[in-house]
């Protein structure tokens, strides 16, 4: 869907239809759910929070500025919810490990392709719950949200250089594990 396919959806909302919303929900949300998965670890806690994401972003569309592409401005809303998720007391867990992430947020190709990638998926996944918190979030940032180390460190407040070494170390951290698991980059590459 293109930019002015969803203004055309949001003036919709803006004009109290909630029926225009679900299009836009249906757009954002597989790659809304794949994040919050990889950030948050669980994916019960990550449909929660892309749920209530889109609340409050159903409750803002008024102060989108008109013209400008739906989904980076819901993605900083999510990105900004999981991250105060992440830092609430309530919300940490003592082994990320120990949970489990929703398989359905992962693409799913058919047959022993699908299989494979599935296998990749939980490796992946169990090598991403090795990961501190902080090297967990600049590797989703980066990686899955595609934000540069500025968005990153104004994203998570901090410097620029610390995202680059965090960055650095995750990186290192998982291509470690993901080696002691049998995994080569081109198995992930694939």
Excluded at 38 to 64: H, K, T
Excluded at 66 to 89: K, T, V
Excluded at 121 to 134: G, I, K, N, R, Y
């Amino acid at each position: 869907m293109d930019t002015q396919a969803e203004w055309e959806l949001i003036r919709r909302c803006r004009s109290g239809s909630t029926a225009a919303f679900e299009p836009l929900v249906r757009l954002h949300e597989k790659p809304a759910l794949a994040v919050a998965a990889a950030l948050l670890g669980d994916g019960d806690e990550a449909a929660d929070a892309v749920q209530e994401a889109f609340v409050r972003a159903y409750r803002a569309l008024g102060r989108v500025q008109e013209g400008s592409a739906f989904g980076p401005w819901f993605r900083g809303i999510l990105r900004n919810l999981c991250l105060d998720r992440l830092r609430s007391p309530q919300s940490r867990r003592e082994s990320w490990a120990s949970e489990t992430m929703d398989r359905r947020v992962w693409s799913e190709p058919s047959g022993s392709a699908r299989l494979e990638q599935l296998e990749l998926a939980d490796a992946v996944q169990a090598a991403l719950a090795t990961l501190s918190p902080e090297h967990r979030q600049v590797l989703v940032l980066k990686e899955m949200e595609g934000l540069g180390y500025a968005e990153i460190a104004h994203a998570l407040g901090i410097a620029s250089g610390t995202v680059a070494s965090r960055l650095y170390n995750a990186r290192a951290a998982l291509k470690k594990t993901l080696v002691a698991r049998g995994i080569t980059l081109e198995d992930v590459t694939q």
